[in-house]
């Protein structure tokens, strides 16, 4: 297994996770360790579309009337 090491952590940083390994009956390390787990666990990134649709959504949202679809055109014959 790897190691690493985390330099220039702020003491309140420390102190919080301290406070929060032993709420969850954890060592410090293995607080860290739980937290990165997670942290990369997620998948790639947010969905847009979810996004979208939380910030829209307490103003109302809005409803799109779709029209019906149409026959697609022939394609032109061109002649040489």
Do not use: F, Q
Request: charged share 30%; glycine share 6%.
């Amino acid at each position: 297994m790897a190691s690493l090491t985390i330099r220039s952590l702020d003491d309140t940083i420390k102190l919080r996770l301290r406070i929060r390994a032993a709420s969850h009956g954890r060592s410090m390390e293995e607080e860290a360790r739980e937290i990165l787990k997670a942290g990369v666990a997620t998948n790639d990134g947010p969905n847009l579309a979810e996004s979208i649709r939380r910030h829209i959504a307490p103003l109302g949202g809005v409803e799109l009337t779709i029209p019906p679809r149409e026959a697609v055109r022939r394609p032109p014959k061109l002649v040489k």
